[in-house]
């Protein structure tokens, strides 16, 4: 049994920092690929920020690239994504996904290609 919770939501004001983590247990959590999205009041889910398995690929969707870093340390089982200059279209509920396939193209930014999900963190940026 695979479980993928998140942490480190919260409010926070415009321009400044908040650090997500995701925390995997049940399986070996150097064997996913994983990723963070997002789902804004209204608004489709929408993909965030992928890593890979060994961390050494990482994609970004254009409106989060050189704000938000994502990262994972495989001995605290652990993803983070760093958020910094946060903007109030930041806000919504984020998710941590992962799946243990191998993902190539526009399988990391697909939400469907994620077998586990968190049960999501919220982020509020006020203006």
């Known amino acids: 049994q695979v479980q993928v919770v998140e942490s480190g939501g919260g409010l926070v004001q415009a321009g400044g920092s908040l650090r997500l983590s995701c925390a995997v247990s049940?399986?070996?959590?150097?064997?996913?690929?994983m990723a963070w999205f997002r789902r804004a009041p209204g608004k489709e889910r929408a993909f965030v920020a992928a890593i890979s398995s060994g961390g050494e690929i990482t994609y970004y969707a254009g409106s989060v690239k050189g704000r938000f870093t994502i990262s994972r340390d495989s001995a605290k089982n652990t993803m983070y994504l760093q958020m910094s200059s946060l903007k109030p279209e930041d806000t919504a509920v984020y998710y941590c996904?992962?799946?243990?396939?191998?993902?190539?193209?526009?399988?990391?930014?697909?939400?469907?290609?994620?077998?586990?999900w968190g049960q999501g963190t919220q982020v509020t940026v006020s203006s």
């Open positions: 049940g399986r070996t959590f150097s064997g996913y690929d």
């Open positions: 996904a992962a799946d243990p396939q191998f993902l190539s193209g526009s399988q990391w930014t697909d939400p469907l290609s994620y077998d586990y």
